[in-house]
């Protein structure tokens, strides 16, 4: 037990024995003062950088491992601890007045805190989104991108949440940020290949297809959207063969062995 602690027990007087109820008022104030410190300790030390670390970083684990309930949990926890550490500390930064974890929040409403609570803001969005929340995983990504605007991850996942909802040039503008602030990242060059292709746009998906695979060859899907493209094209022997780099990254990809199946038929 703390030393803090024990001056909620009875005072003890030594000598003949006795033992006083609750001892003097000075001592009670005392007693009270020294409680309400060891609270307020307790309660700001609860509050640091390295708890939101480390509910980020579970966040994060659960999202990987599939507990999506589990992730939004953690992480609603890593953005609250991080977005009230400035406030403690007394800096000129605000937050909101029910915490950032308040989803219902205008994302107008929010000021730079720290990146860390941006890069949470994502990872909440993705679990958000995979649970089918689109909305709410566009509430997240709108407030990550607030505070952090050069975060392509997050362009690149509200990029998926347009589409989903139909806003395919809202879709097409986040991938094209996202791409603007790192041109390296492959999954911006590969998403942009649905649109592109429903525009009539196949030279333009097929250079985005290219690039993607140039980034990151281990991605079997990006071989079968450039196996749709190479049969829309009629290069029937190109199509089999990324099918078949697909099948060899991925066995169970369905829909490689259905691209072999149209080409069949159309050959």
């Keep these: 037990m703390s030393p803090v602690c024990s001056q909620m027990r009875s005072f003890r007087i030594t000598g003949r024995g006795r033992r006083v109820q609750g001892g003097s008022p000075m001592l009670r104030y005392r007693a ?8 307020f300790v307790a309660h700001v030390s609860a509050q640091t950088p390295r708890a939101a670390t480390d509910h980020f970083k579970n966040g994060n684990k659960k999202l990987e491992s599939g507990d999506l309930t589990g992730a939004i ?9 991080s977005s009230r ?7 000129t930064h605000k937050a909101l007045a029910n915490g950032f974890a308040d989803i219902a929040g205008d994302a107008s409403d929010i000021t ?3 990146p860390f609570t941006a890069h949470a803001y994502t990872s909440r969005g993705l679990a958000r989104y995979r649970l089918g929340d689109v909305d709410g995983a566009i509430m997240d990504w709108d407030r990550a991108i607030t505070i952090n605007p050069g975060l392509a991850a997050a362009y690149l996942d509200r990029g998926c949440a347009r589409y989903t909802k139909g806003n395919k040039a809202g879709a097409l503008a986040d991938w094209d940020r996202a791409l603007s602030i790192n041109p390296r ?5 590969s998403n942009r290949d649905a649109i592109r292709r429903e525009q009539g746009e196949t030279e ?6 290219n690039r993607a695979i140039a980034l990151d060859a281990r991605d079997a899907s990006t071989y079968c959207h450039r196996g749709f493209v190479w049969i829309d094209k009629r290069e029937w022997q190109r199509a089999i063969s990324d099918f078949d780099n697909a099948i060899k ?7 490689a062995y ?7 038929g159309s050959q």
């Design 249 to 255: 990254l991925e066995p169970r990809i369905a829909w």
């Design 85 to 91: 550490l400035d406030v403690n500390r007394g800096t």
């Design 73 to 81: 949990e953690e992480l609603s926890w890593a953005i609250e601890i």
């Design 185 to 189: 990242l492959a999954e911006a060059y």
């Design 32 to 39: 009270v003062f020294l409680l309400v410190i060891f609270l």
């Design 258 to 264: 259905q691209g072999r199946g149209i080409e069949n």
């Design 112 to 114: 730079v805190i720290d």
């Design 204 to 209: 333009k998906a097929l250079t985005d297809l």
